[in-house]
């Protein structure tokens, strides 16, 4: 399988901190790869390098072989990446029809794929007029992966989906990020090593802005002693 | 001494001696004609290079930009002015009465609006100072500011006037700008000033580590004030009046440039920024006429887009590469160079 | 009941506003109380023009843009030229024009060439040379038509234009300092090559050559626009200056916003820094150029009959009679205030239909939230960021020229202006359009009230004498009023931004 990402030894500073150090990965299409880590290891700093939030100084990020280190984060957004980012950022001032609108990037995108969201998320048709901000924790999740479904995105970046939620509703949401994988690459940073260890195939493991190790998430279940140093028992 | 106060201290003593200089180049007696100018020009510079300090202790080590600046300059010299011409003080008490009304004035302000970030605090700064403006233009009030006129004829002790004594005048201006920057050097490098660049860097860390940036913050408020209050009084001695020109925001604009022509963050920037300030005004004035504030405004607006760390502030962070560029030439040259692992490099500072 | 309780500020605002309302008009006669509220909505109105967009961008952006003022004041010069004698536009504008369709050039230029440091700084000083040269004895005050010309007449001195020729010598040293500064603004990094596309190029040249076409036939036909233009019913040419108005605004905005704020997104605080030299320079510039007086623009015929029928006894009537007063409660009030009141609303309903109803007003909306979001959507959130300028710009220079007739052109009236746009935005809250519009109608009526107490004083229950105040007390009361609801609730009334 090719690789729809990789990473080549990149460097990311926000202000004066050098937040990365020399992380590389490789994600192949049509997996779903996880980036696992402590809180502040630099995951999402990993996930905004990547889109292009927070360009990185060195190194380079290619998509579909293409390097955008340095670009626009629109234009790399535009290339076919989506990101739903923590914290989930829902506009909460604008309905749910407005928030999954907003992320067209053709016209008539939302027409084509609304089947198969509103297929995904039965829950969302029914909240479709309300504004973002008065749907609940998982509600938001939901619209958040919803929103990077509506155009043609080939990668999504998702970053701790979990967090926050009710265990029943993250069952729900790891169903649905499970028949996404069919058609899209899913890059997965989750601290929640449940989660993460259900979800993915493979992962690469980070630790204060450095990489650890990477592997076959079946083999990383095994080690107690990694799991336990790297990501608290869990 | 270190040797980093050694170009200073030359400045110094290169000021002291200045008159008596300008006297035997021209042949004018002190009191007169070219030398009795040049002491005007300078101690205006020496008044504005103290309230460009005040303002660089906000904004270049605190963070914290006010547009309102003027509001207490202003009111230090309206202060001095009512209190010498009406009240009828004497010069120390109306002083003392200066620095505690401007102490009193900034203690308000700061905790108002401090209690809010950012712009809006910047909008509040504003605020006051335009308030300030009124009031003291407004006609209610005439019998005590003047109104639009402004109070004159202020009247000081024959020995320090600025008409019949202008050396001693300039010689006070002097030792006024000099210890007020000692102080600020003092203040700066101490542990208070510390956490003031702490929560200029990085406010949040800061109160996480524990500090009361809030108090901090009304501490570097309040000493800013009375810093430019004392040095708006020492503007109303020098003018013998105090008008509604000192309160308005072309004072705060001026305070601006200064702090931005000399460097942020520097204390003795914005000083040079005064004196550049000054003697470039008084050569555009000289050579382009009417069109001279409009060049000024434009230097600034291309000063703030290319050289933004102001003249000290650029030799700071590239003066140092250059001397060592210049350095190890003339090692090479004198063949006593070594490969010496160069350790420091300036830290660019992020505003 | 959610309602009530998550609108709590803004019900017990409107109530306590109310009876202030009602205490402080008790003595008044029903008449003046109108009157009052009229002037107030009035004022409102102008401030609104201007606050909207202020409050719009910051949200947006976060840059506070305190030249604000300025695109009002700027628009307002432009359009009283326009309406009084456009000579003054017609030979400086084709200057301008050249300039920027030079500098357009840039990122085409970008593409072949890209000069070291020292062959920049050369260029860079030879182009501002250049320009020097281009406006060297330029006539300025001569081509200026002054308040006390007859609105719609020729400028006294026929001499007051130079000949074509040498015109068009400083038109082609305008186009060619533009197209030096272009190599000396270019990089390779900014020629936006995968952006801007075969398309895109061919669309700049398109603007390029529309720029300098309109130039020349400003240029050359200056004589003839000008007589054209004075020929036409003030009526036309008050439409013509609001259009003019408006445009100077928005397409200022536009450069300000690409050439002078773009770069120092990275350092905020510069960025304020920037614009309050800007606020300095537009001030000198207007100053310079038309004189630290101001000036007085004639009221367009709509507003202008003075006959014996008038005042015009009511609404319906007016649109016969076209009076400048119209009877309100049995009191004269004058109708072109009402026009502007009337253009608040109006542009009030726009925005809101903008906002509300337009893909782009999505994207604002979304994006005064979280505008880094909006862009990892996809979506160019520069190109937004400089039309949303443009376009707060363009309202301000609209309010600028809707603004003359009432209360004239000075230079003073940029700061003054802003500074009651900031209470505005303060007050209803950073980023929200119908907060700006509340606020704008606090500050309005409070304005209006504080001059009537100016007048004749108010009279409160407990009180022997009335009490009177200058008018400085006046302009003084909105600035409290800010600063209290600043310590009450920091994100205004209706704010949408965390303070």
């Known amino acids: 399988m090719p690789n729809i990402l990789a990473l080549d030894t990149i460097h990311t500073f926000i202000g004066q901190f050098h937040i990365l150090e020399g992380i590389s990965l490789e994600v192949p299409e049509g997996s779903i790869t996880a980036l696992l880590g402590r809180n502040g290891a630099g995951k999402t700093t990993t996930l905004k390098s990547i889109i292009g939030l927070t360009p990185p100084r060195k190194g380079t990020v290619k998509f579909d072989n293409v390097d955008v280190r340095g670009r626009r984060a629109f234009d790399i957004a535009a290339m076919g990446i989506g990101f739903v980012p923590e914290h989930r950022a829902i506009f909460r001032d604008l309905t749910v029809l407005e928030n999954l609108k907003l992320a067209e990037r053709k016209k008539g995108d939302f027409e084509k794929h609304q089947g198969m969201i509103f297929d995904l998320f039965p829950d969302l048709k029914r909240l479709i007029k309300l504004p973002g901000g008065q749907l609940s924790g998982g509600q938001q999740q939901m619209l958040a992966i919803a929103r990077v479904l509506v155009p043609d995105n080939r990668l999504l970046l998702i970053d701790e989906p979990s967090e926050g939620l009710a265990p029943v509703i993250i069952e729900q949401m790891m169903e649905a990020i499970r028949t996404l994988t069919s058609h899209v690459t899913v890059l997965l940073v989750e601290q929640n090593f449940r989660v993460a260890s259900q979800l993915a195939d493979r992962y690469y493991l980070i630790d204060d802005g450095k990489p650890v190790q990477n592997g076959k998430m079946q083999d990383l279940v095994q080690d107690r002693a990694t799991i336990h140093k790297y990501l608290g028992a869990k | 001494m270190s040797r980093k106060n050694l170009p200073l201290l030359i400045l110094l003593i290169l000021l002291v001696i200045f008159p008596f200089a300008l006297t035997l180049v021209t042949g004018q007696p002190i009191d007169k004609g070219a030398p009795r100018f040049w002491q005007g020009l300078l101690i205006q510079v020496y008044i504005l290079a103290v309230f460009a300090l005040s303002y660089d202790l906000l904004m270049g080590y605190l963070g914290i930009l006010s547009f309102g600046h003027a509001l207490f300059f202003g009111t230090g010299a309206y202060a001095l002015g009512i209190l010498l011409k009406y009240a009828h003080w004497s010069l120390p008490a109306a002083l003392l009465a200066v620095v505690a009304l401007t102490a009193a004035q900034s203690l308000f302000i700061g905790l108002l609006s401090l209690r809010v970030r950012g712009v809006y605090f910047t909008m509040l700064t504003l605020a006051f100072a335009t308030v300030g403006f009124i009031l003291v233009e407004a006609s209610d009030f005439r019998n005590w500011t003047g109104a639009e006129d402004g109070l004159h004829g202020i009247e000081l002790p024959d020995f320090i006037s600025p008409i019949l004594n202008r050396l001693t005048f300039y010689f006070v201006a002097l030792a006024f700008a000099v210890v007020i920057y000692l102080l600020a050097r003092r203040m700066v490098d101490s542990p208070s000033g510390r956490v003031w660049q702490a929560i200029r860097e990085n406010e949040p860390r800061a109160i996480s580590i524990g500090y009361n940036t809030l108090w901090f913050k009304v501490q570097g408020v309040v000493i800013s004030g009375i810093i430019a209050g004392l040095a708006g009084a020492l503007n109303a001695m020098w003018e013998l009046s105090a008008t509604p020109q000192m309160m308005d925001s072309g004072m705060t604009i001026n305070a601006l440039l200064m702090t931005i022509i000399g460097g942020v963050g520097t204390l003795i920037g914005p000083m040079l920024g005064a004196a550049v300030l000054q003697l470039l005004g008084y050569t555009l004035n000289a050579t382009l006429g009417a069109v001279w504030q409009l060049a000024i405004g434009i230097l600034y607006v291309l000063l703030v887009l290319f050289l933004p760390y102001g003249i000290v502030g650029t030799w700071r962070n590239h003066g140092a590469s250059w001397q060592q560029v210049w350095r190890e030439r003339i090692e090479k040259w004198m063949g006593t160079d070594q490969v010496t692992k160069r350790g420091s490099s300036n830290v660019k500072r992020e505003t | ?373 909006v862009e990892a959507l996809g979506i160019n959130v520069r190109r937004v960021f400089t039309i949303v300028f443009a376009l707060g710009a363009g309202l301000a220079g609209l309010g600028g020229v809707v603004a003359t007739p009432f209360l004239g052109v000075y230079p003073g009236m940029a700061l003054e202006f802003l500074l009651q746009a900031f209470i505005v935005v303060v007050i209803g809250g950073l980023g929200s359009v119908p907060g700006a519009a509340l606020g704008a109608l606090v500050v309005g009526l409070a304005r209006a009230y504080g001059d009537q107490v100016v007048l004749t004083g108010i009279q409160l229950p407990f009180m022997t004498e009335p009490f009177t105040g200058s008018p400085a007390i006046a302009r003084a009361s909105t600035v409290l009023i800010m600063v209290i609801v600043l310590l009450l609730k920091p994100t205004g009334l209706l704010g949408k931004k965390e303070g």
């Open chain 3, 1 to 373: 009941m959610t309602f009530f309780r998550s609108n709590r500020t803004l019900l017990i605002t409107i109530a306590v506003a109310i009876i202030i309302v009602f205490l402080a008009t008790r003595g008044m006669s029903a008449p003046t109380a109108v009157s009052i509220l009229l002037s107030g909505l009035t004022l409102g109105s102008l401030f609104f023009l201007v606050a909207s967009g202020l409050s719009l961008i910051f949200g947006l952006m976060d840059v506070l843009n305190f030249a604000h003022g300025s695109l009002f004041m700027l628009g307002a010069y432009a359009g009283w030229t326009i309406y009084t004698n456009p000579r003054l536009i017609l030979n400086t504008a084709p200057l301008g024009f050249a300039l920027i369709a030079g500098v357009m050039l840039m990122p085409i230029v970008a593409r072949k060439i890209s000069l070291p440091r020292v062959a920049r700084y050369v260029a860079a000083l030879l182009a501002a040379a250049l320009v020097l040269l281009s406006v060297r004895d330029f006539p300025l005050q001569k081509l200026v038509a002054f308040g006390t010309t007859v609105s719609g007449q020729v400028v006294a001195t026929v001499d007051a234009q130079e000949s074509l020729n040498a015109m068009l010598t400083r038109f082609a040293l305008m186009l060619v300092a533009g197209i030096v500064l272009s190599f000396a603004w270019a990089r390779r990094e900014k020629a936006n090559e995968e952006t801007e596309g075969t398309k895109g190029t061919w669309s700049r040249i398109g603007a390029m050559t529309g720029l300098l076409v309109a130039a020349l036939v400003m240029l050359f036909g200056r004589d003839a626009m000008e007589q054209v233009v004075l020929g036409t019913d003030s009526n036309l040419r008050f439409v013509i200056a609001l259009l003019v108005g408006a445009g100077t605004g928005a397409g200022l905005g536009a450069l300000m916003e690409f050439g002078l704020i773009r770069p120092l997104y990275a350092r905020p605080i510069y960025q304020v820094l920037l614009t309050l030299g800007l606020v300095f320079i537009f001030d000198q510039v207007v100053r310079l150029v038309w004189g630290p007086a101001g000036a007085f623009m004639q009221m367009p015929g709509w507003f202008a009959n003075t006959g014996k029928e008038c005042p015009a006894p009511n609404l319906i009537d007016w649109f016969g009679l076209h009076c400048d007063a119209i009877l309100v409660l049995g009191r004269p009030f004058p109708s072109y205030r009402l026009f502007i009141i009337l253009v608040g609303v109006v542009m009030l309903i726009g925005i809101g239909a903008l906002l509300r109803g337009s893909r782009l007003g999505m994207i604002i909306r979304a994006g005064v939230q979280d505008s880094a979001m």
